[in-house]
């Protein structure tokens, strides 16, 4: 842990860095047993990543998927939570989030980082297997059952979202009133800084990676990107990225180069940029408007940025050469 020393203020902040979860993660507390705190951190996210591996033998989600076809698995509560909010976000999305398309994810290569573009004859063999209406969850007995074999579950989409909500409840418990939280692409801010102003956020630009199309402030909620820069492969002059349109089983290719949500829940906040992002700008604004708790950033192909309504206030376009609008 590093001793930050804020400007400006008496308050004690600690920072440190570490990898869990294939990403780099940093959390930055401020509390006077801020260096305590963070290896309660740390721990709390190293036993969520071992629940949830898809690399780890003996994880909860390794097992399910081990067991498809075959039988139920008895998983732990956050294993049943963090299942039960991806089915029900597929749900609620019309399927953009999809927790079962891991068969997909695999025959890309995503998963090994070893590339390769399937055949439309091997993805029309996976797609069946992919629907989350076939993930049976039992919350009286504790079990996930995924109905056929071949299926397999994968939390990419959503997983850091809910270890973030579970850092936040496990820091709030312990008293932190300020402090954020950065697991790769989302951060998420408990409180305000020392100060009482909000913790300010930059949304990177996906066209330049030294650049950003704007800053977002934040109080007691996340802000979680999805982007096809984060992770992609390129092949004969052709990028091919790591979100998938579960209609099509091929990286989609809805328009938009990031999709950040501003939302308090940042289990919600993770699938749903992941979501939005397949859906598109057009579908993706039609959803936000039957929705009214979380708020997006979009940029598009083009370099256009598009903000929902509701960042008027939070939300400052900030980089040059694109087209802005609320
Ligand atoms: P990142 O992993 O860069 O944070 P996302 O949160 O958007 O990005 O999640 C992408 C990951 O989720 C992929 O690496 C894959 O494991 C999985 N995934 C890909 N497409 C989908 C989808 N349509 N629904 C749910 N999960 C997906
Ligand atoms: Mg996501
Ligand atoms: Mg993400």
Redesign the pocket.
């Known amino acids: 842990a590093q001793k930050m020393g804020e400007e400006g203020t008496q308050e004690d902040s600690y920072e440190s860095t570490t990898f869990a979860m294939d ?1 780099v993660m940093t959390f930055h507390i401020v509390a006077p047993d801020g260096e305590d705190l963070l290896i309660d951190a740390e721990q709390e996210v190293k036993r969520l990543e071992k629940l949830f591996s898809v690399t780890d033998e003996d994880s909860d989600i390794e097992q399910i998927n081990d067991n498809a076809g075959d039988k139920a698995v008895t998983v732990s509560a956050d294993t049943l939570a963090l299942l039960k909010a991806g089915k029900q976000l597929g749900k609620a999305t019309n399927n ?4 079962a ?2 068969p997909i ?1 695999k025959a890309w290569g ?1 998963t090994e980082n070893e590339y390769t573009i399937p055949t439309q004859e091997t993805l029309d063999e996976l797609l069946p297997l992919t629907k989350v209406s076939n993930v049976t969850i039992d919350e009286d007995a504790s079990t996930v059952y995924l109905e056929k074999e071949g299926m397999a579950v ?1 939390l ?3 997983a ?1 979202g809910y270890a973030s909500d579970k850092l936040a409840e496990l820091l709030k418990k312990k008293g932190v009133k300020s402090a954020w939280l950065s697991l ?3 951060v998420c801010a408990i409180g305000t800084k020392p100060d009482g102003s909000p913790w300010r956020i930059a949304v990177q630009n996906p066209a330049d990676e030294n650049d950003y199309v704007g800053v977002v402030e934040i109080s007691d909620a996340c802000a ?1 990107t ?2 096809g820069y ?2 992609y492969f390129e092949e004969n002059g052709k990028k091919y990225h ?5 209609a099509t089983g091929k990286p ?1 290719e809805s328009g938009l180069t990031s999709v950040t949500i501003i939302c308090k829940d940042g289990t919600k906040a ?2 749903l ?3 939005l ?2 859906m598109g700008l057009d579908d993706a604004l039609a959803y936000w408007k039957t929705q009214d708790d979380f708020e997006v950033i979009f940029v598009t192909e083009d370099g256009e940025v598009v903000a929902t309504e509701g960042l008027k206030d939070s939300f400052t376009f900030d980089g040059k050469g694109n087209d802005y609008t609320y």
């Open positions: 990403t953009a989030f999809d927790m398309i891991y994810v995503f994968d990419g989409g959503i850091k790769g692409g989302n979680v999805s982007g984060q992770r790591h979100i998938i349109d579960p989609a993770d699938a940029s992941t979501a992002y397949v």
